[in-house]
Nanobody, 120 residues
Framework: QVQLVESGGGLVRAGGSLRLSCTVS????????MGWFRQAPGKEREFVAK????????YYADSVKGRFTISRDNAKNTVYLQMNSLKPEDTAIYAC?????????????WGQGTQVTVSS
């Protein structure tokens, strides 16, 4: 498994931007993809974005497409989530997660999460 640590959350006004970082340590050679998820109060956790570790192919939830960008710097073992045009409904705890080649559909390593609050 790998260890994940997020940073970059905070309070921002609607229309503003934030960049989240997820630093990965451990056996990164096993990683197939990295994902960002979020959970708002009283709601279930939802998928936000995903990037494959080797090829950098990206996928987004419809709710963030065109506003959020996921990227990775393999040399730094870091995955980013650039969030632009933020809306109050983006308020949530954001967590990164890793899926391994042995089970590419299962995210089995998770960070502790970082709070993002968007004020109207």
């Amino acid at each position: 498994q790998v260890q994940l640590v997020e940073s970059g959350g905070g309070l921002v006004r609607a229309g503003g931007s934030l960049r989240l970082s997820c630093t990965v340590s451990g056996r990164t050679s096993n990683i197939y993809a990295m994902g960002w998820f979020r959970q708002a109060p009283g709601k279930e956790r939802e998928f936000v974005a995903k990037i494959t570790w080797s090829s950098g192919r990206t996928y987004y939830a419809d709710s963030v497409k065109g506003r959020f960008t996921i990227s990775r710097d393999n040399a730094k073992n870091t995955v980013y989530l650039q969030m632009n045009s933020l809306k109050p409904e983006d308020t949530a705890i954001y967590a990164c997660a890793a899926a391994r080649y042995t089970s590419p559909q299962e995210y089995d390593s998770w960070g502790q999460g970082t709070q993002v609050t968007v004020s109207s």
